[in-house]
Each structure stands twice: as C-alpha cells, then as structure tokens.
Nanobody
C-alpha cells in the first residue's frame, strides 16, 4: 500500500528557497516512479518534476533551472528543492506515485507553498 505525506511547505520571500519532502509509508517506494505536481487556485494541476525508480529526472521546460527532484530510497522519501522562488510559484505542491506493478496512481494531500514579501 502506498501512503504519501508531504511536508516542508510554508511562507517564503521572493528569491528564497524551500526543500519539500514526500514520505511513503509503504514498501514499494524504491520501485515506483514519482512526480511532483503543483496546483494554484483556479488553475489546473501542472507537472513540476519526474524521477524514475532508478533516479533519472525529467522536467517540463517551464520548470527547468530552479527545481531539483531527488529521492532517498533508504528513507522512502522524495524531495523537491526549490530555489529563487517567485510569487507565481505559490501553489499546493503534491507528490504522486505510480505503483510499479498495479500502475495505480497515489497522491499525497499536498503541502502549501506561499511566496510573498
């Protein structure tokens, strides 16, 4: 069973940094590809970053340069390092897992990031 819990969000000034975490209490984390998404009020959910079970990363063009996804399989934890944050980065950030066998998709509840002076 996959159970995802995000943490690390908060209020940060423009230009600041945050490191988000997503911890999975299940036993398949190391084999599941993982993604970070974000959703601002009134907007569609958008992909921020993707990482394979083996650690290969992919970013949409709009997210390249300021965001870094990583994982620590020993800790069942996914990370998103966010630098040079801008007000338009304000959103609920969610992690997603796709089970490597069943292909079922799991979501966390999200962690709020607010970028404001």
């Amino acid at each position: 069973q996959v159970q995802l819990v995000e943490s690390g969000g908060g209020l940060v000034q423009p230009g600041g940094s945050l490191n988000l975490s997503c911890t999975d209490s299940g036993d398949s984390f190391s084999r599941n590809p993982m993604r970070w998404y974000r959703q601002a009020p009134g907007n569609q959910r958008e992909l921020v970053a993707y990482i394979t079970a083996g650690g290969t990363t992919t970013y949409p063009d709009s997210m390249k340069g300021r965001f870094t996804i990583s994982r620590d399989n020993a800790k069942n934890t996914l990370y998103l390092q966010m630098n040079d944050l801008k007000p338009e980065d304000t959103a609920l950030y969610l992690c997603r897992a796709d089970h490597y066998l069943t292909l079922r998709t799991y979501w966390g509840q999200g962690t709020q990031v607010t970028v404001s002076s």
